[in-house]
């Protein structure tokens, strides 16, 4: 199986580091000339604006959801392929679930971290078994990484678990993940 959607998760704010717009941007792009289509929260904003403004730059297709709470909050993004404004933030991340190949994680707060360990939770209760990998840009999951063998070491988390959360410092190094664990799991 080949990667043909992938799902981002990130913020919708730029953060404090260059490094992180930068490497929206190179996703963007990346995903543009590889024909890999972007499925995201439908903002204009921040990195999530970012991802889908390089990769409808470099003309590729976008997939939005976003709640209509945050239509107005998030600035919906109104050059997406597709737009797909839903009712609640449950549904926006069941719809980009269904529609993507895989999940990556790029910085974010509170909204990426409660959609990261939803759709861990998701593949450890196996209602997908899409690989998800952390783009760890700059270091910036460094002390999640840390606090998650901490809960292997203190036995509420199972290393199995813990295992299926791919991480890479590059985008070209995320994507080489992402593509061999599909493949892995087409075999």
Not at 20 to 41: C, D, F, K, T, W
Not at 82 to 98: P, S, W, Y
Not at 152 to 175: C, N, S, Y
Request: charged share 20%; aromatic share 6%; hydrophobic share 45%.
């Amino acid at each position: 199986m080949s990667l043909r959607t992938l799902c981002v998760f990130c913020s919708s704010a730029d953060g404090a580091r260059p490094a992180y717009r930068e490497a929206a941007l190179e996703l963007g792009a990346q995903l543009a000339s590889r024909g890999i289509g972007l499925v995201y929260g439908g903002a204009n904003v921040g990195l999530m604006g970012a991802v889908a403004n390089a990769t409808l730059s470099g003309g590729g297709q976008v997939i939005g959801v976003i709640p209509h709470v945050l239509v107005d909050k998030e600035v919906s993004n109104n050059g997406c392929t597709e737009l797909h404004v839903v009712d609640t933030m449950h549904t926006r991340k069941a719809l980009m679930g269904q529609r993507a190949d895989a999940f990556l994680i790029l910085p974010g707060g509170y909204g990426t971290f409660e959609e990261l360990f939803e759709v861990l939770a998701w593949e450890t209760l196996r209602l997908h078994s899409k690989p998800m990998c952390l783009l760890n840009t700059a270091g910036f999951y460094d002390g999640m990484l840390t606090f998650l063998d901490h809960c292997v070491a203190e036995g509420v988390l199972k290393p199995k678990a813990r295992g299926i959360l791919l991480v890479a410092d590059t985008v070209d190094e995320a994507l080489a993940k992402i593509d061999a664990a599909l493949q892995a799991a087409s075999v």
